[in-house]
Every structure is written in structure tokens, then in C-alpha cells.
């Protein structure tokens, strides 16, 4: 599910077809459609901070949507120790609604972000998230939005990089533009965030500005990509283990849809 940033997690759609029935009669088409992948990033960046210590990560998905409209899906990674008291790995419970209106997508739903393995601290947490997409000739835009209430998982009390800071709600704006380089078969996207508010994942800071340039290219079920992601953190505001995790850097990933 984390696709904000496009080219980092990139898991392109499959649909699953229907079997044929037995002699000449073909099966009705399926009211829904299944997708997947699995991929593997030389740095798993979520609105610009590492969350693997500069280190690759393994990431795989699973959906199944509905004609309707209607999806649900989850999506997972491994993570370094840092970001979730202990935990080893994030997975992404979602659910939600996609349609079009006027050649304009809106997409809105519900992630849940778990992560096992944490001891026992509260560093779950639920997050809406809501975004629209259209077309522009050869360009494609998407402005959207992710916010998070207070809950205990939004918290910094279990962290010392925080301070024992009170729990506090947050909210990600992001726009993105894209479109293909003519007889190259390659789309470059470029992904403009905001942060507000104060968390965990941040280091207890608030308000931060995270944008990156990926550029992707698909052969058969593969996608090979090429992002250089940054933020306007501080030199020194974000080291973990004595690495800079929010520093500028290129990252790579290749995916897999089955």
C-alpha cells in the first residue's frame, strides 16, 4: 500500500481471469479481480525516512477488488528494529472505494498499520486516506491526504528519541506528476509531501518536507525503478545507530506482479 512514493514499492496490477467453462461456453467475467506482487528495495523510504537503516527490503501485497468499486488488500515490509520498539516488520491492513467521476479518480479508505514483534508498546495506529487523480493529455496529476487521530500508537512515550512527548494527531499532504519519455517505455514521476505533526517516526520533530523523482520501466511482469528521494531535514535532526536516515539518496527497487 505504501505507493506514495511511485518506484519504491511498485507492484504492477494483474488480473486473475476466469477458467472457461467445459467445450465452447465461456465463463461470465469475474466481478472481481485479485493482484499481488512481491519486491525487493535497496531502502524502504516511507515520506522520505529510511525505515531500514539505509539496508534492502523485502515488500510483498495482496488485494482483491470488486467492480463495484470496493478493494481490500494488505501490504508488508521489513523495517529495522528503530521504528517500531523492536519490530521487524510492518504490515499493512487497507480497505476502501475507487471510482470516476468525469475522468477524474477518487480513492479513498482506511490503512492500519501493525507491527509485531514490539514488546508490547502501543505502535499500531489507524490512518484515512483520501486522493484524486486525472489525466492532463501525456501528464497525469494526484493530490492527496493521509491523517491520523490521536491514538496510543501515534505516541511517543515508549521512544526516548522523542522526549516522552504526548500523543499527537498528523496529517500528510502530497501531490505528484507524471508522464513517459516518448519511445523509451520509461514514466518519471515527481512526489512533493508534508508532514504535519509530530511523530515517532520522526524523531519527535514536526512539519518536514519530503519529495523524490523515480523514474520506472515495465518489461512482461517486472518493473524496474530508480527514485532519488530527500527531505528538509537538518544535518544531525535524524541518525539512528549513526546514520542519517532522512539524508538524500538514490534508491532502487525491482518488482515482481503475479
Known amino acids: 500500500m505504501r505507493t506514495t512514493l511511485v518506484g519504491l514499492s511498485l507492484f504492477a496490477a494483474v488480473a486473475v481471469a476466469a477458467p472457461a467453462l467445459a467445450q465452447d461456453a465461456a ?9 499481488g506482487g512481491a519486491a525487493l528495495t535497496s531502502d524502504y523510504r516511507f515520506r522520505g525516512v529510511s525505515q531500514t537503516n539505509k539496508r534492502f ?37 487497507y480497505g476502501g472505494y475507487k471510482t470516476t467521476v468525469d475522468g477524474t479518480t477518487i480513492d479513498g479508505g482506511l490503512l492500519y498499520y501493525y507491527y509485531p514483534g514490539s514488546g508490547g ?26 491523517y491520523a487521530w490521536k491514538q496510543k500508537g501515534q505516541s511517543c512515550s ?10 499527537e494527531d498528523s496529517l500528510y499532504t502530497y501531490g505528484e506528476l507524471s508522464g513517459g519519455i516518448p519511445g523509451t517505455g520509461v514514466t518519471v514521476t515527481g512526489h512533493l509531501g508534508e508532514s504535519w505533526g509530530r511523530s515517532y517516526l520522526t524523531n519527535g520533530l514536526k512539519n518536514y518536507t519530503d519529495w523524490s523523482v523515480t523514474a520506472a520501466y515495465t518489461w512482461k511482469a517486472i518493473t524496474f525503478s530508480l527514485a ?29 506482479a503475479f
Open 27 to 35: 465463463a461470465p467475467a469475474s466481478e472481481f479481480t485479485v493482484t
Open 158 to 167: 515508549y521512544d526516548p528519541r522523542c522526549g516522552n512527548k504526548a500523543k
Open 57 to 93: 527490503a523485502l515488500q510483498g501485497t495482496i488485494g482483491v477488488s470488486h467492480s463495484s468499486g470496493f478493494y481490500v488488500g494488505t501490504w508488508g515490509s521489513s523495517i529495522d528494529d528503530y521504528v517500531a520498539a523492536g519490530s521487524d516488520q510492518e504490515i499493512d491492513l
Open 228 to 256: 532519488y528521494v530527500d527531505t528538509d531535514f537538518k544535518k544531525g535532526e535524524f541518525t539512528v545507530n549513526g546514520r542519517n536516515e532522512v539524508k538524500g539518496g538514490v534508491v532502487g527497487a525491482i518488482a515482481v
Open 121 to 146: 508498546a502501543n505502535t499500531d495506529f489507524f490512518e484515512p486516506y483520501l486522493n484524486a487523480s486525472h489525466t492532463f493529455g501525456p501528464v497525469g496529476a494526484k493530490v492527496g491526504l493521509n
